[in-house]
């Protein structure tokens, strides 16, 4: 099993990113795909979910109205549209796939807010 992200990069304050995460290897229909994000020194933490057939949606507070998780189970690919960018979202970007039984993830993609 695979996930492979793409899409960080540099961005200024008030701009927007959208990342990519291409699935191999397993159902990807049958999964819950989330994005995580972790800085130096703290926990890694959720910042959206989505669940299988792509209905539901959760959202960390600090991300709610600014980012929405997107999937399309015809590709094995899951989105992160992130606008309104902050220096906080600041971070490298973890793809998560989980099924209760399996749980896998990507390598990450950097993210950084700056001018």
């Known amino acids: 099993a695979q996930l492979v992200e793409s899409g960080g990069g540099l961005v200024q304050p008030g701009g927007s990113l959208r990342l990519s995460c291409a699935a191999s290897g397993f159902t990807f229909s049958s999964y819950v795909m989330s994005w995580y994000r972790q800085v130096p020194g703290k926990e890694r933490e959720m910042v959206a979910r989505?669940?299988?057939?792509?209905?539901?949606?959760t959202y960390a507070d600090s991300v709610k109205g600014r980012f929405t998780i997107s999937r399309d189970n015809a590709k094995n690919t899951v989105y992160l549209q992130m606008n309104s960018l902050k220096p906080e979202d600041t971070a490298v970007y973890y793809c998560n796939g989980n099924n209760l039984r399996w749980n896998y993830w990507g390598q990450g993609t950097q993210v950084t807010v700056s001018s």
């Open positions: 989505i669940y299988e057939l792509g209905r539901s949606t």
